[in-house]
């Protein structure tokens, strides 16, 4: 089971990364910010930009969280830790802003609108991933169909069953009904929302705007 689910995040991680160069297109000038990143990891396949990216010294990491293992592990790679809130960089400092299954987590719709603006005012465009709400299994608590309940009631489920961590502010998963208001709201123009699918389910979705 293990092996099955390393192979089927690689293959995940393989094909956002392709998305990414794909639509973007960096040069070897171009300044790259990844939000969220991690410092510890859990599979071969977590910070999959620092690790696949032929430039790493033109990347920037941003975390709420310190980046002590991470340091040791990409020294050519700049880190930086932030409060969560306004990205601590100026207006357009990078070519390309970068975030893996990030905005999920950052709180309800005015803290994931804060998170979309900021990555458009520090970069000339944008590029971010999150797990589809539509699909059946919860892939943070391996549990189907609790995650469509409403919030409160949600929460209290997954802390009776005992993954309390799951429950709050943690995880405010996003459709594509969802995403298309967040982008409206942010007056984004130009932007295409990708939907990866497994059998008849959204997967997961790979947003890109400018």
Do not use: C
Request: no cysteine; charged share 25%; proline share 7%.
């Amino acid at each position: 089971m293990r092996t099955v689910k390393h192979s089927l995040m690689k293959k995940s991680r393989e094909k956002k990364y392709q998305q990414f160069i794909s639509l973007t297109k960096p040069s070897k000038q171009s300044r790259i910010l990844d939000v969220g990143v991690a410092d510890q990891e859990y599979s071969p396949f977590d910070n999959y930009l620092e690790k696949k990216y032929p430039y790493p010294h033109n990347i920037t990491a941003l975390s709420i969280h310190p980046l002590t293992a991470f340091k040791k592990r990409y020294p050519d790679i700049k880190p930086m830790t932030y409060d969560g809130g306004k990205f601590p960089f100026n207006n357009k400092e990078f070519q390309f802003v970068y975030s893996n299954a990030v905005i999920e987590h950052v709180g309800g719709f005015e803290k994931q609108l804060l998170f979309i603006n900021e990555m458009l005012r520090v970069g000339d465009a944008f590029y971010f991933t999150t797990p589809a709400k539509e699909f059946p299994l919860e892939i943070h608590t391996n549990y189907p169909i609790l995650h469509w309940f409403p919030d409160k009631v949600f929460d209290k489920i997954i802390t009776r069953l005992g993954k309390g961590w799951a429950s709050g502010d943690y995880m405010n998963l996003l459709n594509k009904k969802r995403i298309k208001a967040l982008l409206e709201a942010a007056s984004i123009k130009e932007f295409r929302i990708l939907t990866h699918r497994l059998g008849p389910f959204p997967l997961h979705y790979d947003v890109y705007g400018r």
